[in-house]
């Protein structure tokens, strides 16, 4: 048989091939990495998998791609960020380093609502040249796959703009791009002291027009005591849901108000953040089967002093993901590979769980876990190639990178050389 593309002289490959299910529990900790390993790939896709000698023998093919030793492993999929921005906010960086708190920054005029204007003034070229330079940096860091959220309009103009970025962005790039609609990110300041009409465009304007329009996939919604609380949220959402789209959630990020509860009683397919969910709501999402993704860049840059519980919601049977939630305030971190350096030092996972959260669970938290994620015949052909001796040395080493190539869908789109 012809293969379009054969990876050979693979030192460790970490396939984590199975079932088409989110790992769950003891499941996190597999990764049953293969020595001497080989793949084949054709039209994008993973023809099969083994040892150097068995693909070699089976296939025929006149591009042969020299692996070095090196360790293959899926591509990233970074199912939280927020990359369609002008400015970033290091100003506010360094007032939390001088004491003031994240709600405070926002109640004073900062935040989400410093970013609306100059998102609403930006022409959709440079907003799409801004975010594909962005989405170039994380694509030489791994990631693969990318969850892309609008936000930073809030006006049905803006919103639908930044989803039609998004859109291009998907197209252009080498990457999938998922689009997630969040009108619902903050009140913008038109509308701080009159909450219902806000409400009332969301529901009656914003979320037909992006479902007609068929431009983003999720809904999302930042629902926390300082902006929207768990009545707003549930409006907002179930008219999201009658619409047509899919249900995520900024869950129980500061307080816990009970955002989790909300996302497994709406079904949501991730709630997100969950830095200070209780026992209750990691129960509910359990039972509920809501993905649970955890941002510990975020919690870093804002100093906190506790995080996410992944060890509880891992015991609990929870399919635990990690994600950037890169943005251009709370959490300008761009890194797949430090996020799982976060994940294992503040959070307890294991590497190996960290990885799986990277990639198959993160890619169900945004409904591709059928089709990437991991790599197994018939999924896509999403792989980095590292210059590492073990899976271990990636949240080990921070601070520079030891990745020698990504491959999207058998191409290669980004190479160390």
């Not at 293969?34 to 099969?48: E, R, T, Y």
């Not at 083994?50 to 791609?65: E, K, M, P, V």
């Not at 040395?393 to 030891?402: A, K, Q, T």
């Amino acid at each position: 048989m012809k293969a379009d593309t054969i990876i050979t002289n693979i030192g460790t490959l970490i396939s984590l091939a199975g079932n088409d299910k989110p790992r769950c529990g003891k499941e996190m900790e597999s990764i049953s990495p293969v020595h001497d390993a080989a793949l084949a790939i054709k039209d994008g896709l993973i023809l099969a998998l083994g040892s150097s000698t068995d693909i070699l023998n089976r296939f025929s093919c006149t591009d042969i791609l020299d692996a070095k030793g090196g360790t293959v492993l899926p591509g990233f999929v970074d199912c939280h960020t927020h990359p369609i921005f002008v400015h970033t906010r290091e100003d506010e960086f360094a007032l939390r380093i001088a004491g003031k708190s994240y709600v405070e920054i926002a109640q004073a005029g900062g935040g989400i609502r410093s970013t609306i204007a100059s998102t609403r003034d930006a022409s959709e070229e440079l907003l799409f040249q801004l975010a594909a330079q962005r989405i170039k940096k994380m694509i030489s860091q791994g990631t693969t796959t990318l969850e892309a959220k609008s936000g930073y309009g809030l006006d049905t103009k803006s919103e639908l703009k930044q989803l039609r970025v998004i859109k291009r962005l998907s197209e252009e790039l080498p990457i999938d791009i998922i689009p997630t609609f969040m009108g619902a990110h903050e009140y913008p300041v038109e509308y701080k002291t009159d909450h219902e009409r806000y409400l009332e465009i969301l529901c009656e304007e914003m979320i037909p027009a992006v479902a007609e329009q068929g431009i983003a996939e999720f809904c999302d919604i930042f629902t926390e005591a300082h902006v929207y609380s768990i009545e707003e949220s549930r409006r907002i959402l179930q008219c999201a849901k009658d619409h047509g789209l899919k249900l995520k959630m900024h869950a129980d990020e500061i307080e816990p108000i009970g955002g989790a509860e909300l996302a497994a009683e709406l079904g949501c397919v991730s709630a997100d953040h969950l830095g200070t969910t209780g026992d209750q709501g990691i129960a509910a999402l359990q039972r509920a089967g809501v993905i649970p993704v955890l941002l510990p860049a975020t919690l870093f840059s804002l100093r906190a002093k506790s995080y996410a519980r992944a060890l509880p919601m891992i015991q609990q049977g929870l399919p635990v993901a990690i994600a950037t939630d890169y943005n251009p305030g709370s959490c300008n971190c761009d890194s797949m590979p430090f996020t799982m350096t976060l994940a294992c030092l503040q959070m307890g996972m294991s590497p190996a769980a960290a990885l799986n959260a990277a990639t198959i669970n993160a890619a169900h938290a945004i409904s591709r876990g059928a089709v990437l994620g991991t790599l197994e015949a018939g999924k896509q052909a999403d792989l980095c190639i590292w210059d590492i001796p073990s899976l271990n040395f990636i949240p080990y080493h921070f601070g520079s990178s030891h990745l020698c190539r990504v491959i999207k869908k058998g191409k290669c789109i980004y190479s160390a050389g």
